[in-house]
């Protein structure tokens, strides 16, 4: 037995299939709960990818300073002006959730704007597409969305072998979860 149990209501990102809709973009001002700071040598022309690219919009800025961007809710990246940016991307990776409509359009769309920027799209074992992305600041951004469930699949069985079941099928739901602490 795990402590795991379904919390999806909790996310914007909708269940998976091929008729997922992203949400709007989210506008609110919340306390973050998590976000990334990416130093930048050209704070214009990073805000010009992220936001065509990749499909954040500008929340707010401090000219010359810093620009904090955003997709949904959750998803919060502060762009800030430094005097110089890693010279090789890193090991390390941020990675956002979208959904599987959007994963060919992102790519296309960074690698028009930088041609050998983008890496995949690619399934994993955890039932997801990815595409990776390594932007003009040498950040390693990893775009997921979740496939379509199929529970006879590997990527089922490898989610089982890792405690992790689908939404809804009577295991690990929290009224179910609550019970038992």
């Not at 690219?53 to 955003?70: A, K, N, Q």
């Not at 959750?74 to 994963?103: H, I, K, N, T, Y």
């Amino acid at each position: 037995m795990n402590d795991h149990y379904n919390a999806f209501e909790t996310s914007p990102v909708p269940a998976p299939g091929p008729d997922a809709v992203p949400p709007e973009p989210f506008r609110g001002i919340y306390g973050m709960p998590a976000f990334v700071t990416i130093p930048t040598d050209d704070l214009a022309a990073s805000v010009d990818f992220w936001t065509r690219g990749l499909g954040f919009f500008e929340l707010f800025g401090v000219p010359g300073r810093l620009t904090h961007l955003r997709r949904w809710a959750f998803q919060d990246v502060l762009l800030v002006a430094a005097a110089s940016v890693p010279e090789r991307p890193s090991a390390m990776a941020f990675s956002f959730a979208g959904v599987l409509g959007q994963v060919d359009s992102l790519a296309e769309a960074c690698r028009a704007l930088r041609p050998d920027s983008v890496d995949g799209p690619r399934d994993t074992p955890w039932n997801t597409r990815d595409v990776e992305v390594v932007t003009p600041e040498n950040a390693r951004v990893v775009f997921t969305a979740a496939k379509p469930f199929d529970p006879s699949s590997q990527e089922a069985r490898n989610l089982a072998a890792m405690g992790i079941s689908p939404p809804g099928d009577g295991h690990g739901e929290k009224g179910e979860h609550a019970r038992h602490r």
